[in-house]
């Protein structure tokens, strides 16, 4: 039985100011013209979220749990756009917290150019950017 020790490890706050550090954040407007200008733009929100929330027309969604192996660009499993590792990618969720976890995780598979969308999906919605509408 593995015990829990009080100060053992880092905390999640800690974790997430370290995968923040390394990357170039976008807010909506940048995320929308990195768009246009050929980024892929990932949603990473589970179904139940994208229903109740809505989506960004034409966002790939690929859930948080399957990432990695989508674009790496090495993986069996790895989607056809995901063969270079330059490739532009802003990962977003619903507040932007998983999405920069998740931006950091493809940059230490490689993908130096991943980063993520400031606020997520609500940020890009109060922006009044395109969005499908949800539940």
Known sequence: ?????????RGIDEILAEARSRLRRLD?????????????LVDIRPAAQRAEEGEIPG????????????????SDARLDIADRFDLP?????????????????????????????AGGFQAWKAAGHPVTAGA
């Open 1 to 9: 039985m593995v015990t829990a020790v009080l100060g053992a490890g």
């Open 28 to 40: 909506a407007d940048q995320a929308r013209l990195a768009f246009a200008e050929g980024a892929v």
């Open 59 to 74: 966002a790939l969604i690929i859930e948080r749990n399957v990432l990695e192996w989508r674009f790496d660009p090495r």
């Open 89 to 117: 990618v802003v990962v977003f969720c619903s507040q932007g917290y998983t999405s920069s976890l998740a931006a950091a995780a493809l940059q230490d598979l490689g993908l130096h150019r991943a980063t993520d969308l």
